[in-house]
């Protein structure tokens, strides 16, 4: 079953922006915080953002200035505003739940000339 849904990814060049999206299921978004996750090529997944049910913040420093996450709790959706990118931004991207325990199904974004 699953319970996170991802939309958004693709490929763009540097300095260009793109917007991921996770919806979730009620019971999934109403547990707490979630956080955005990403895999670079070779590279072990990374922690990227996080936000609260409240909505406070907190992001990767490299990312920081360039990246937004946000939530709409009415939508139960997720959202990761990618502005600025850089070509090493390109990775796989996950949403996750802690408090479930539970992960989208990833989506690519590259970063390319």
């Known amino acids: 079953q699953v319970q996170l849904v991802q939309t958004g990814g693709g490929l763009v060049q540097p300095g260009e922006s793109l917007r991921l999206s996770c919806t979730a299921s009620?019971?999934?978004?109403?547990?707490?915080?979630m956080s955005w996750y990403r895999q670079r090529p070779g590279q072990r997944r990374e922690w990227v953002a996080g936000?609260?049910?409240?909505?406070?913040?907190i992001y990767l420093v490299s990312v920081k200035g360039r990246f937004t996450i946000s939530r709409d709790n009415a939508k139960n959706t997720m959202y990761l505003q990618m502005n600025n990118l850089k070509p090493e931004d390109t990775a796989v991207y996950y949403c996750n739940s802690p408090a479930s325990g539970s992960w989208g199904q990833g989506t690519q974004v590259t970063v390319s000339s």
């Open positions: 009620r019971s999934i978004f109403s547990a707490g915080g």
């Open positions: 936000i609260t049910l409240d909505g406070n913040t």
